[in-house]
């Protein structure tokens, strides 16, 4: 069982920085495979990145690739999302989640664990 809560959220304008941070519970972090995902007013929840249990491991969302970077630390069993470059479209509820198995995965049915979801909104 893995507790995920997201924090970071904001309103930012075009072109800033966010940092979003997602904690979660339980001893057994480093074995699970995270994920960023984002929902959009009337949209469906789309991927925005994924690490594997090893650091090393990353993939992203052609729409991100280039300005957002995902990280985490195993030792603070946090996972991480650097957006830089952020546009009016990034803005949307951004979503912390996590399973175990096989990484890469994309589609949100696969992750099992889901934070509450925090805010981002960018004005132009």
């Known amino acids: 069982q893995v507790q995920l809560v997201e924090s970071g959220g904001g309103l930012v304008q075009a072109g800033g920085s966010l940092r979003l941070s997602c904690a979660a519970s339980g001893r057994t972090f480093s074995s699970y495979v995270m994920g960023w995902f984002r929902q959009a007013p009337g949209k469906e929840r789309e991927f925005v990145a994924t690490?594997?249990?090893?650091?090393?491991?990353?993939y992203y969302a052609d729409s991100v690739k280039g300005r957002f970077t995902i990280s985490r630390d195993n030792a603070k069993n946090t996972v991480y999302l650097q957006m830089n470059s952020l546009k009016p479209e990034d803005t949307a509820v951004y979503y912390c989640?996590?399973?175990?198995?096989?990484?890469?995965?994309?589609?949100?049915?696969?992750?099992?664990?889901w934070g509450q979801g925090t805010q981002v909104t960018v004005s132009s």
């Open positions: 989640a996590a399973y175990s198995g096989v990484w890469p995965k994309l589609s949100r049915y696969d992750y099992r664990y």
């Open positions: 690490i594997s249990w090893n650091p090393v491991n990353t």
